[in-house]
């Protein structure tokens, strides 16, 4: 994931920044680079690689100046080059980005209809050259920094620094972290507070939207109106506290809020969105032409994961699919074929039954792979092919980033299937892939339902039973939902196929149940509604999380509607997981349990 630090100092800055940048190498990158201010004018250094080579060329080539900011980069749009590393500059400005423009490609061509020179094959660049452009038009630093925010779709943090102007530093938050660090005659920006523990212990951190003006002796914060705000600033003291949790009140709240992020990172491994096509290289080469089957085996959480992509490989590469728990396949002996394979999905890499199942299909002479986020575990090591979730460290026992970096992984496995199958023609995986290129931003904007939830989620806590209904990918999303509830709150919860609810689950409705109907508005959301009204027929509490048009199509009664923006059909159940996250959390909140560390539960069960 990528890292962003900025200074404001006053010694040289070139060394700090990568020193700093090296507290952010658990992130993950492939390429590094700084931007100083000396004597006024803009000076970079970049290379692609490790940041040893970056110090290397640094040590060559020393750039001097007291104002300055570093990226490292885990790379999205463009190979790992020198010419695509961060940061990226235009004319007066120099830019840092952690995230994904979504509307780079229409911005671009705006920019080059204008006459701009562009190097890269970055979406970042763009970022820079609106910013000069303003510049260019008259603009402060400041209006033009305030003038190009709104023109950008999608998850981002960004730092700026700008020719001439060796006091100023300007970050801005939407979808990825950013803090601001407050010193003595010093300021700072940084992706987390670790990157920025050695120069101060005095944190303040952006909330969605914010903006930031710094000086060495000023901060000011901006929301997404433009209006001036206070951030709490957090003493020494309580950064010691809560360096990980951030300003969140548990480790399962700060990483349902990192989605945005993590997605982009992990969905930048696999797509290519200067193509806008799939992309399975250095190590990750896999040919699903020849298959007749695909074999596929996780518990929990990865269980549900594992259940929409069968949806998704059956749908688009006509792949047939056989999907078991773990405790159950390592038992089963099910009979193995020459033209199979084996797909295993864990976050830890060392779940007990998965990696027992993993072991049976390489003892029956077939290709393994899978989908971990811990790439030095067992199952990574053994498996022979490994496709890595870039989610980072998940502390909560209940998962919420893995599980949605899980469904990009596989998401983008589906669209490459599809076309080595011949099932997707090029033009239909650029639009599949478009789609997940703007599942970041999406996720981003579900984020903004969590009062909405939160106050849903009080009425909720004081049932006993809570049903869930799906159909199709909502399905398993259904059954995903139950288990969080039921997970961190104690409430018994189970999920179903709605078409399934008059085959026996229809007896427990009454009016103390609530029914969680997840119904983006897709080709079965006319069935689904006609469940919803078998519910509110027998005085069952409807509570319809659905997508905007969904909700204008409903005919039916509902207590409660949560809308989440519009989303194509493919990428619905990453976006959708984020209200079903947020309702179990708040739930869990009200009712006082250890969210975190939720009774008789482990993270990663390495024993049966």
């Known amino acids: 994931m990528c890292g962003i630090v900025g200074i404001l100092g006053k010694q040289p800055v070139a060394s700090l920044l990568v020193d700093a940048l090296k507290r952010l190498e658990y992130r993950g990158y492939d390429s590094a680079g700084v931007a100083t201010l000396d004597a006024g004018q803009l000076v970079r250094c970049r290379a692609p690689g490790k ?5 290397d060329k640094l040590e060559r080539a020393p750039i001097a100046g007291l104002a300055g900011i570093g990226h490292t980069r885990w790379a999205t749009h463009g190979a790992a ?40 094959d970055t979406d970042t660049e763009v970022v820079a050259h609106m910013v000069s452009r303003e510049l260019a038009r008259g603009a402060s630093p400041r ?16 730092a700026f620094i700008f020719e001439g102007q060796e006091d100023l530093l300007i970050g801005a938050r939407r979808g990825s972290p950013l803090a601001v660090g407050y010193g003595e005659g010093e300021m700072f920006l940084g992706s987390d507070a670790i990157a920025l523990s050695p120069f101060t212990d005095r944190i303040s951190y952006l909330e969605e939207g914010d903006w930031v003006v710094l000086t060495r002796n000023s901060c000011e914060i901006m929301d997404a109106s433009n209006a001036p705000v206070e951030r709490p600033v957090i003493s020494s003291q309580a950064v010691s506290l809560t360096i990980d949790k951030g300003n969140y009140r548990h480790f399962m709240a700060k990483e349902i809020h990192e989605q945005p992020e993590v997605i982009g990172h992990t969905l930048s491994r696999y797509l290519d969105l200067s193509k806008m096509q799939t992309t399975f290289t250095n190590g990750t080469s896999i040919d699903f032409a020849p298959l007749d089957r695909l074999i596929i085996s996780a518990c929990g959480t990865a269980y549900y994961a594992g259940l929409v992509a069968k949806y ?13 728990v773990a405790s159950e396949f390592r038992y089963r002996e099910m009979p193995i074929r020459k033209g199979d394979m084996a797909l295993f999905i864990s976050q830890s890499g060392e779940t007990a039954d998965t990696l027992a199942g993993l072991r049976y299909c390489k003892s029956q002479g077939i290709k393994v792979a899978a989908v971990v986020n811990v790439p030095e575990s067992t199952i ?29 992984v596989l998401a983008s496995l589906a669209v490459h299937a599809g076309v080595q199958r011949g099932h997707v023609s090029a033009d239909e995986a650029a639009a599949l892939v478009r789609s997940l290129a703007e599942v ?32 199709g990918t909502s399905f398993p999303l259904a059954m995903e939902g139950a288990l969080k509830l039921k997970e961190i709150s104690y409430i018994h919860a189970e999920g179903y196929p709605a078409g399934e609810l008059k085959h026996g689950p229809i007896a427990l409705i009454d009016e103390d149940v609530p029914v969680i109907v997840i119904a983006p508005f897709d080709q079965v959301f006319e069935k689904t509604v006609s469940n919803m009204e078998e519910v509110a027929a027998r005085g069952g509490k409807v509570v319809l ?11 039916a009664p509902t207590w409660r509607t949560v809308v989440v923006p519009d989303v194509p059909e493919f990428i619905a ?6 209200p079903v996250q947020l309702l179990a959390y708040h739930t869990a909140v009200f009712m006082g349990t250890d969210v975190d560390q939720p009774r008789n539960l482990a993270k990663s069960v390495t024993v049966e």
């Open 545 to 555: 999380i659905t997508d905007e048009k969904g909700a204008a199509a409903c005919g």
């Open 51 to 55: 940041l040893r080579n970056l110090q």
């Open 312 to 324: 998704w490989f059956e749908r688009y590469a006509r792949l047939p699919v056989d999907i078991d």
């Open 440 to 471: 970041p931003g999406t996720v981003n904007r579900a984020l903004s339902l969590e009062a909405e939830v939160e106050a849903l989620a009080q009425p909720l806590s004081r049932a006993r039973d809570v049903l869930y209904l799906g159909r």
């Open 81 to 120: 080059t020198e010419a695509n590393a961060h940061p990226h500059s235009a004319p007066g400005v120099a830019v840092v980005h952690n995230g994904i423009i979504e509307n780079y490609l229409e911005l671009r061509g705006e920019l080059q209809a204008g006459g701009a020179k562009l190097s890269s």
């Open 573 to 578: 159940p990453i976006v959708f997981a984020l």
């Open 143 to 158: 209006d033009a920094v305030a003038v190009t925010l709104p023109r950008l779709k999608g998850a981002f943090a960004l």
């Open 380 to 408: 990574a090591r053994e498996a022979d092919l490994v496709f890595p979730t870039i989610a980072g460290r998940e502390i909560g026992v209940a998962s919420t980033k893995a599980f949605t970096c899980q469904l990009a």
